[in-house]
Nanobody, 122 residues
Framework: QVQLVESGGGLMQAGGSLRLSCAASGRTFSSYAMGWFRQTPGKEREFVAACNWPGGSTYYADSVKGRFTISRDNAKKTVYLQMNSLKPEDTAVYYC???????????????WGQGTQVTISS
């Protein structure tokens, strides 16, 4: 079992930066691939980034490549999403997720956090 709690969301102007954190509980955190997804009202949950176990490979959606960076600290049981050059279209609720494969499909992840709101103003 893994419990995930996101933090770090908020209101930011376009061009700014935010860092999201996802703190995990559970002894087997380092065994899981971790992903970040986002969702806006009326739309499906969208893949943002993922990193596999133990954190060597990373994957990004084309829309965030070069602007966002996913990283993880297994000792702290935390995964981060550094978001730079933010755009209004990045506005969404951001979720972290844990699963056995670092893939873009939400259904492949077994555990989800409650989400944190990110709002980017123009």
């Amino acid at each position: 079992q893994v419990q995930l709690v996101e933090s770090g969301g908020g209101l930011m102007q376009a061009g700014g930066s935010l860092r999201l954190s996802c703190a995990a509980s559970g002894r087997t955190f380092s065994s899981y691939a971790m992903g970040w997804f986002r969702q806006t009202p009326g739309k499906e949950r969208e893949f943002v980034a993922a990193c596999n176990w133990p954190g060597g490979s990373t994957y990004y959606a084309d829309s965030v490549k070069g602007r966002f960076t996913i990283s993880r600290d297994n000792a702290k049981k935390t995964v981060y999403l550094q978001m730079n050059s933010l755009k209004p279209e990045d506005t969404a609720v951001y979720y972290c997720a844990a699963g056995f494969r670092a893939v873009a499909r939400p259904g492949a992840y077994d555990y989800w956090g409650q989400g944190t709101q990110v709002t980017i103003s123009s």
